[in-house]
């Protein structure tokens, strides 16, 4: 989570840990699981500590949509219409914050920490109940989009999943709880220890004037830095959840035995990509197109899910990037990867291939626009 402040940050570690030690604990010695309106009101207290600011925002935002929601939920006239409408609605916040990056004189009186996690959370709440027709009760609805573990970064919870585990919250043993402890310490290592050695190194090299083989040190510790943030962030997410009652999703999955850009974005920061692949992908890919239509849906969805991270000029290239690097992929075929039958030496070279492709488009995230093409001109020196 490099977009928040040290400060910000070291509070949602602490606060985390502080609930799951307080809700194992309870789980373990009472034996009861936390019914909803304690779950909310420790979500709300967790946020509150983080920032009252945005709090206020948070539940003024689950206001509005949840009434978005319940409006839909048995419309039959104009339904279709009034879902896309409710669903672009939910996006204001995001992209308002998005067009501040051009307009800074634009009032923004916090900064939207998660709230593109809001955004993401409260569309999959649309598309739940457009389908199904079922009614979505205010305080399951509150507690999905406060749901302090998964708040600022996900995984995201798809809202079939949360039900499921909100009504029937996982029973919690001595060995889960360790489990899930020893979990939470190992987020912490990565994100606190190694994080810290390999940014100092990451950091340093930059200072030196660039060759290739600089430049190849340079893109492999971006792409660690990047997954150790995430995957750390993962970590503790899961861990908290899960000490209290709630299966977070997975979000990674060996991403560097990826030997196809499809498969890639199947097992790195897997529900984000399940979420674009489905409520876009699916949506508009639904009729069977052919392999050249279907290669631009794959296009114009990598580009949607890399803009996802800003509207500025370094997004647009790496959303092109990324698009091209799937639809080509796509276009020739090479989706469909069999470890079985190919050989190995092909297979590890495809892994290495698509990777290393990958880690490129992380410095997007690592360096300054500058740094970038230093980096990728010291490629060639």
Sequence with gaps: MWYLEADTLFLILITSG???LFSGLTRLLFKKDLAPKVLIIANIAVIGIISYELLLISLGYILITFLLIKHLTHRKRCRKFLFV????????????GRIHEFVPELPMLIVFIGIAYHMLKAVDALYFVYYTEMDIPFFTYANYILFFPTFTAGPIFRYRDWLRVYENPKKLTYSDFIGYVARFIKGMFKKIVVLWFVSTIFNHILTMDMHWYLSLAIIVLSYITVYLDLSGYSDIAIATGSAMGFTVPENFRKPLSSASFTVFWRNWHITLSDWVREHIFVVLNGKRLGRLMSTIVGFCTMFVMEMWHGFTLPYIVGGVYNGLCLGLE????LTKVDKRKMNKCVYVLRC???NFAFAVNTLLFTVTTEQFFTVIQGLIR
């Design 18 to 20: 502080a609930m799951i």
């Design 85 to 96: 409408l409710y669903c672009l609605i939910c996006t204001v916040p995001f992209f308002y």
């Design 330 to 333: 796509n276009l020739f075929g």
């Design 352 to 354: 290495i291939l698509v």
